[in-house]
């Protein structure tokens, strides 16, 4: 399980230098934000993008299907969406409400979170679905 988790680490970060920052960068160099702002920006999207990726390849782990974790990821957010649920206390927590937070756009003013309580939301997410795919791993082997 190391290897595997070091390699997917490595590629979205990877894939993160590539994609997301020049993206950032540009943006945030268009309106005229300092280099602090620039810097903390980038670094909100890279841990957003990372952190996410380590929950869907923990629940893609413990349920052994990459499409299936997929479908939890996207579907969860749309029946958030849709208003059907109303517990903002507790949908706030949910990953999808933590990383807009973390990112300054939350879905609703509600679910918002300051940054650091949704980077602390979105850590704790990633390792319980590390340690579930782990535990899982364990069993699957004994």
Not at 56 to 84: D, E
Not at 100 to 128: I, R
Not at 131 to 136: I, K, T, V, W
């Amino acid at each position: 399980m190391a290897g595997k988790t070091a390699s997917m680490l490595v590629v979205v970060t990877v894939t993160t230098a590539v994609a997301v920052t020049p993206a950032r960068l540009t943006i945030d160099i268009a309106a005229d934000l300092g280099i602090g702002e620039v810097l903390l920006d980038v670094a909100r999207w890279a841990a957003a993008y990372l952190l996410m990726s380590v929950i869907a390849f923990g629940l893609a782990g413990l349920l052994r299907s990459a499409i299936a974790a997929l479908g939890i990821l996207i579907t969860v957010p749309i029946i958030v969406g849709t208003g059907i649920l109303q517990w903002p206390q507790v949908l706030r927590l949910l990953p999808d409400q933590a990383a807009l937070s973390l990112l300054g756009a939350p879905g609703y003013d509600v679910t918002a979170l300051p940054p650091a309580a949704a980077a602390l939301v979105l850590a704790t997410w990633a390792g319980l679905c590390l340690a579930a795919y782990a535990l899982a791993l364990i069993r699957r082997d004994t």
